[in-house]
Structure formats: structure tokens, C-alpha cells
């Protein structure tokens, strides 16, 4: 049994209220959590407001210090590492690559921050200079303070979260996921150990499930000037949302990676685009945004890259994700049950073109599947199972934005795709096309990492904001020369 507490005033706080027990997701284990109140959440915004002027005032190169000692000092206990797996499903290596990741975002993202525009997943940020001062900021309000709601299958977002309100010498109150809510307290600590003032950081938990907890998360949205909320639009609008009433005033942030699509066109070096394409889909990776979803034009180009899929996917090791040296995790026992309803062809919507021997080697494990979907009402480009890539050919490239918007259609809360582009022509060549697909982000032969000129965002093109070209990965930025 593990007891994991919130964080208020600058300290492990039990709460004023009863706890409740919850079991990890994937491989049991049980936890129990404070089931906070309007008091324990009272007592955060109150410690946030008293601590914001003291994060104001300190330095640029103060609050950068503070992240970097942060990011040496935090370990990651086993225990803790295996609580992630059992919460999440997530192969224990790539656990510990999230978790290097977010100690690595504490050492970057202060050099990107005063370097030039950032983006993360979609969302536009932007640094600010302030006058003849040294030191560039995030544009977050400085009256505060910031609360964030963090979904549960990325344990880097803590780090992404904490690190840009130090930055922006803010105070933040964070709600994780109950389904894994140790790590946000674990950062939240060494921060604060680190010199960042008691009670700008916070962290709280109630349980999402008890009726008489319903209106805090509006109660916490309406008492913040901003609201960072990762997840798609029906989540975000549910806490905003109680009883008729939503939050007007201040900023809502939304982060959501939204649907990725690659459009692979017949000029394609086709082993690459397949290399690229299963480890996205196929993965948890750390450098890229997963693409499950294949728009293949022409019929040569599509047996080629089902050819080389075939190769790549009688490789993959599947396997006990708590075991290192697994390549993929586990899937929820839905996921399981719907495809192997598709395989055993109790569905009707796709053929199956090849998948790898159909073994369960735990009660929740599936290996990767490549399937041929006949239809754009495919439920597999809308409910996006893990650890499956689903191809829709066509005859002509000029199909590929018609295409694009009959999927948004199925997508009602994804309306804006990234596409990442296989081709050896130029992106100038396609841009005619590419205007018309109104993608939010345009990757050019790379699975979603690399960004070039090519960079759209929001109906802006961004030619001419960055200097040198930038790398993207899931949740970080780095400048590259």
C-alpha cells in the first residue's frame, strides 16, 4: 500500500479529509489518496496567492538555478518507477526515459525560453523581453495564480507544467490524474527543496467519483487567472463547467496533441517512411507524437510500405512492460477485447493485412497489428487502438484534403490534424495541396520531430519566426544549428 499525500504550503500535507483507496489500472496495486475538500483547496490558493509576489521577485538566473538543482537532485526511487509501470501500462525503459526527459526539460527549457518563440504540442508560446533587462519570461499573468489539470499517461508533464510556472515566477496548483498522481508530488517537493518559495507549488487530489467533490474543479478553474488543461475539449469544458455556470474571465490553455496522420505519397523512400511510421505507432516514444492513421497514395506505394511494416513488425518484442527490455507495454482489457474482435472478424469495419503471431503473454498484452481499413468510417481512425497503424489507400494525391476532412468529421473534438508529409519532392512543390488540408502542423519525412519551414500553426505560417530550424519531441523543444 502506498499513501501519497497532497502538497501545500511547501510540505507533504495528509488533508483535513478521509482518504479513499484506488487500485493502479494495470497491474494491481493499491494506493490511497486525500479525497480533498473546498478546505484543503481554500488553503492552496490562499498559500499560492501569499507566495506569488516572492516568485515575482526573483531573478531570471535565480529561478533557472532553481530548475537546474531541481533536476539534479530529484531521484526516482524503484518503487516509485514501478508504480508508474502498474498505473500506466508504460514499459518500465520508457518510464525511466519520461522521467529523464523531465529532468532534462529543466535544464532546457530556460535557454529556449530566452532564445526565441516556443511550441509544444500545437499550443503557441511566447517569450517576452523585458525592456533593457536581462532574462526573457513566459506571457503568463502575473496576478495568478495558474492551475493545471495533467492527464496520467505522460509522467514528464509534471515536469513540463512546474518548470514554465517557475519560469514565469508564478504560483500553480496542480490536480493530476488519480490514476497517477505521485510523480506531480514528487516534482512539486524538489522544486520547493530547491528554493522555490513554500506554497507557489501545490499539488492536490480528491476523488473524481464522489458527487459531493463535483464543483471543485470549477471552483479551482474559477479561482485561477489561468487554467492549463490537457486533455480534449469535452474534458476541458466539464471543468469548466458546474451546474449551468462556466468560467469566463482569465485564460484557458488547452493542450492536445489532437490526430496525427501521415500522408505518404508514391515518390516516398518507402523504408524510411515505414521505420518512421512504426516507431511511432508501435512505441512509447520519447521524440515524436504517435500516428496511427496512414493515407497511402497509390497502389505500388501501398504494397511497398505494407511489405516493409511486415518486416519491422516480426521484430517487436512484447512482453511484461516490468521488465526492461520489453519493446511494448500493455493495452486496457477493452483494447484487448476489441481487437481481438477484429481479428477473429466478429467486426466488419477493416481487413486485417498482417500482424505479428497473435499471442497474449499476460491477460492485457496484444502484439502490433497493421491493418487495411476499406472505409473513412473505419472506427479505427477515431478510436486510435494502441499499438495498431491503420492504412487507407487512394488513387490520387489530390484526394488527400478531401480525405483529411471527411476523418476531422469523425474527430469532433480533434478538429485541427498534423500530418507528417512522405515525399522527396519540396515542400514547395505541394503547398497548393497542403493549404487546402489545414493541418496545424506540417512534418516533412520525419515522424512528427523534426519542424521546418514548413511550420503551421493555427492558419499561421511561421516561415520567418524561428531563426534556425527547431526540433520538436513530445513535450520539449531544442535549437538545432
Known amino acids: 500500500m502506498i499513501d501519497i499525500n497532497n502538497f501545500i504550503a511547501g510540505k507533504q500535507h495528509s488533508g483535513y479529509s478521509p482518504r479513499y483507496s484506488l487500485a493502479t489500472t494495470f497491474f494491481e496495486q493499491q494506493y490511497t489518496l486525500p479525497n480533498s475538500s473546498s478546505v484543503e483547496i481554500g488553503l492552496a490558493l490562499s498559500t499560492a496567492r501569499t507566495a506569488i509576489p516572492q516568485a515575482n521577485a526573483l531573478k531570471f538566473s535565480q529561478r533557472k538555478n532553481i530548475l537546474a538543482q531541481a533536476s539534479a537532485n530529484l531521484t526516482v526511487n524503484p518503487e516509485h518507477e514501478q508504480f508508474i509501470v502498474a498505473a500506466t501500462g508504460m514499459p518500465l525503459k520508457h518510464v525511466r526515459q519520461r522521467l529523464d526527459l523531465?529532468?532534462?526539460?529543466?535544464?532546457?527549457?530556460p535557454d529556449i525560453c530566452a532564445q526565441r518563440y516556443g511550441l509544444h504540442n500545437g499550443q503557441y508560446m511566447r517569450a517576452i523581453h523585458h525592456g533593457h533587462k536581462k532574462g526573457y519570461e513566459l506571457r503568463i499573468p502575473r496576478d495568478g495564480p495558474i492551475s493545471a489539470f495533467l492527464p496520467p499517461n505522460d509522467p514528464a508533464e509534471p515536469f513540463f507544467v512546474f518548470a514554465h510556472a517557475v519560469l514565469a515566477g508564478q504560483a500553480i496548483i496542480v490536480k493530476p490524474s488519480q490514476q497517477e498522481p505521485l510523480t506531480s508530488v514528487v516534482v512539486a517537493d524538489a522544486l520547493t527543496t530547491a528554493g522555490?518559495?513554500?506554497?507557489?507549488?501545490?499539488v492536490v487530489h480528491w476523488n473524481t467519483s464522489d458527487a459531493t467533490r463535483a464543483p471543485l474543479a470549477h471552483t479551482l478553474c474559477d479561482e485561477t487567472t489561468i487554467r492549463v488543461l490537457m486533455g480534449s475539449s469535452s474534458t476541458a469544458q466539464s471543468l469548466l463547467s458546474h451546474n449551468g455556470e462556466v468560467v469566463q474571465h482569465g485564460t484557458t490553455v488547452q493542450y492536445c496533441a489532437g490526430h496525427t496522420a501521415a500522408v505518404v505519397l508514391p515518390d516516398a523512400d518507402i523504408p524510411s517512411?515505414?521505420?518512421h511510421l512504426a516507431h511511432?505507432?508501435?512505441?512509447?516514444?520519447?521524440?515524436?507524437?504517435s500516428t496511427k492513421t496512414v493515407i497511402v497514395v497509390g497502389k505500388d506505394a501501398k504494397q511497398q510500405l505494407i511489405d516493409e511494416?511486415?518486416?519491422?513488425?516480426a521484430t517487436k518484442k512484447t512482453g511484461d512492460p516490468r521488465k526492461e527490455e520489453t519493446d511494448i507495454?500493455?493495452?486496457?482489457?477493452?483494447?484487448l477485447d476489441a481487437l481481438h474482435a477484429l481479428l477473429h472478424g466478429q467486426q466488419t469495419f477493416g481487413a486485417?493485412?498482417?500482424?505479428?503471431?497473435y499471442t497474449i503473454t499476460t491477460p492485457q498484452q496484444v502484439t502490433p497489428i497493421l491493418c487495411e481499413a476499406s472505409s473513412l468510417q473505419c472506427p479505427l481512425f477515431s478510436q486510435e487502438p494502441p499499438y495498431l497503424l491503420a492504412l487507407y489507400a487512394c488513387a490520387n494525391e489530390e484526394d488527400v484534403p478531401k480525405i483529411l476532412d471527411t476523418l476531422r468529421q469523425e474527430l469532433p473534438v480533434k478538429k485541427r490534424m498534423g500530418i507528417g508529409l512522405y515525399t522527396q519532392r519540396k515542400v514547395e512543390e505541394l503547398l497548393p495541396i497542403l493549404e487546402r488540408c489545414h493541418a496545424h502542423l506540417v512534418f516533412h519525412n520525419t515522424p512528427t520531430i523534426d519542424l521546418n519551414f514548413a511550420l503551421n500553426h493555427q492558419d499561421v505560417f511561421l516561415a520567418d519566426e524561428f531563426l534556425a530550424p527547431v526540433s520538436i519531441s513530445t513535450n520539449f523543444l531544442s535549437s538545432r544549428s
Open 273 to 275: 517512411t515505414a521505420a
Open 196 to 202: 522555490y518559495p513554500p506554497g507557489a507549488l501545490s
Open 329 to 335: 507495454g500493455n493495452v486496457p482489457k477493452e483494447g
Open 280 to 289: 511511432s505507432a508501435y512505441n512509447w516514444t520519447i521524440d515524436c507524437v
Open 102 to 109: 523531465g529532468r532534462y526539460l529543466f535544464t532546457v527549457l
Open 309 to 313: 511494416l511486415k518486416k519491422i513488425i
Open 352 to 357: 486485417i493485412t498482417h500482424h505479428a503471431p
